[in-house]
């Protein structure tokens, strides 16, 4: 099972989504995976902060347009 994560993880390394492909793989060899709420959460709260600190400049930008 490790070999099996660690060949997908290899594939998806350039994207970001070896987490997921791991996950997929375990899922689908009946694995049943539990994740704590508040590590979710935290996850959850990583991912929007950094996509909010991506899409701020350009989004201020537009808004300085439309602003009177």
């Known amino acids: ?9 290899r594939a998806g390394h350039r994207f970001g989504i070896c987490p997921l492909f791991a996950r997929a793989a ?12 508040r590590v979710r959460e935290a996850g ?6 950094a996509l909010g600190l991506y899409f701020t400049a350009p ?3 537009v808004l300085t347009i439309y602003t009177p």
Do not use: H, K, W, Y
């Not at 099972?1 to 993880?9: E, F, G």
């Not at 375990?26 to 694995?31: E, K, M, S, T, V």
């Open 59 to 61: 989004v201020l930008a």
């Open 1 to 9: 099972m490790a070999t099996l994560a660690r060949s997908l993880c």
């Open 26 to 37: 375990l899922r689908l060899a009946g694995r049943e995976l539990a994740c704590p709420v």
């Open 44 to 49: 959850q709260c990583a991912i929007g902060t």
